[in-house]
């Protein structure tokens, strides 16, 4: 059974990092990507990030040069690195699998598994 879970959300000053983990188990092969997706309340889950299994990242513009996505394959861990965090980065963040290898990314409806949320909240 294919589980995503991720952590490391909480409160941060504007300004600050925090660093988000998705812990993955489950996959037979190891081809796929991992996306991380954000939903602030009222808005649509926005993709955020893409690691795909040869180590290509992408990033949506609004969290370019500020966020970093990498993996440790050994671990089966991907790590969403957030650095000087903005008030309107405040989300849930969600991470989710991609067996096309972020072929679908940054389109949620084409992510194929996703794990619980975790609360980032930004204040100014």
């Known amino acids: 059974e294919v589980q995503l879970q991720a952590s490391g959300g909480g409160l941060v000053q504007a300004g600050g990092s925090l660093r988000l983990s998705c812990a993955a188990s489950?996959?037979?092969?190891?081809?796929?990507?991992i996306g991380w997706f954000r939903q602030a309340p009222g808005e649509e889950r926005e993709g955020v990030s893409c690691?795909?299994?040869?180590?290509?990242?992408y990033y949506a513009d609004s969290v370019e040069g500020r966020f970093t996505i990498s993996s440790d394959y050994a671990k089966n861990t991907i790590y969403l690195q957030m650095n000087s965090l903005l008030p309107e980065d405040t989300a849930v963040y969600y991470c989710?699998?991609?067996?096309?290898?972020?072929?679908?990314?940054?389109?949620?409806?084409?992510?194929?598994?996703w794990g619980k949320g975790t609360q980032v909240t930004v204040s100014s």
């Open positions: 989710a699998a991609d067996l096309r290898d972020c072929s679908d990314y940054p389109h949620a409806a084409g992510m194929d598994y």
């Open positions: 489950g996959f037979l092969y190891d081809d796929y990507g």
């Open positions: 690691i795909s299994s040869d180590g290509s990242t």
